[in-house]
């Protein structure tokens, strides 16, 4: 199996030329493909499609200060004390990093570790895109402005496509929590030596209760027995955004005291993360 294949699913969804932010397991195929997520990327350029995938970099975080925990906040006490204490010298995320929290999977590791590839600047929640608009879709993503890169690619006419994965990992419904008028959590990371207040996303457990209604937006093909859904981004964010104003609890997930969920369907937190 080879990049010849990919770029068939990609023909058979109608994806030439856009901007598609891929979710995705390279464990989904079977046979595997020969060069791995290279055979992906080569794909993608052959059809001058802009890749965008999730680059987070979760590692960055650190403690905030006592006096700076607001409250509805998906944290407590014990959880930001978990977190390393900052102190000067510590790495602190650059967007020529090329790192990527491993359990993203392969293709956003070798996304971000591309030359030319292009990456915005949040240090947690980074977005890395390769292609023909790849610098445009990551420019407004900020530590005030972690969804910018899905919001573009919404504006474009673009596409998410959930390669061998569930909606429950599509990113693109934490900024519908957005849009129906939840604030973003708030996480902590060091930007120019100083720990410093950044956007971040919710819980995602409860995301897969949005598949029915998503489900008739979505276009389908198989792939070497990876099974793909392309959905109309723009469409999926109204849509998703309108579920979640009409039933709060809908993105609940199963975990009985989920705090995460609850602040989440509470509002998230009253403070909104200033521009760095």
Request: proline share 10%; charged share 20%.
């Amino acid at each position: 199996m080879s990049a010849a294949d990919v770029a068939r699913g990609l023909r058979e969804l109608d994806l030439s030329g856009a901007v598609v932010c891929v979710h995705s397991s390279m464990r989904s195929f079977s046979p595997r493909l020969e060069r791995g997520p290279a055979d992906v990327i080569d794909a993608f350029a052959s059809l001058d499609i802009t890749l965008v995938a999730p680059s987070f970099t979760y590692e960055f975080a650190c403690r905030p200060p006592r006096g700076l925990r607001p409250p509805q906040n998906a944290s407590d006490d014990a959880y930001l004390d978990a977190l390393p204490e900052p102190a000067p010298g510590d790495p602190q995320f650059s967007r020529d990093s090329t790192a990527s929290s491993p359990e993203l999977g392969a293709l956003p590791a070798a996304v971000a570790a591309t030359p030319g590839r292009a990456r915005g600047d949040h240090p947690l929640m980074s977005f890395s895109a390769l292609g023909p608009r790849a610098e445009w879709v990551v420019a407004g993503q900020r530590p005030d402005a972690v969804f910018d890169p899905l919001r573009r690619v919404a504006a474009s006419g673009g596409w998410v496509l959930l390669m061998g994965v569930a909606v429950g990992s599509l990113t693109l419904l934490h900024a519908a929590e957005e849009d129906a008028g939840r604030n973003p959590f708030i996480r902590w990371a060091l930007i120019d030596g100083a720990p410093t207040m950044v956007e971040f996303g919710g819980c995602g457990g409860g995301l897969k209760n949005l598949a029915p209604i998503l489900d008739p937006l979505a276009r389908r093909t198989t792939v070497r027995g990876s099974v793909w859904h392309a959905l109309p981004a723009a469409e999926a964010l109204r849509t998703a955004s309108q579920a979640i104003r009409n039933d709060s609890r809908v993105t609940r997930c199963d975990a009985p005291g989920c705090i995460r969920c609850e602040d989440a369907i509470a509002g998230g937190p009253p403070l909104r993360v200033r521009p760095a």
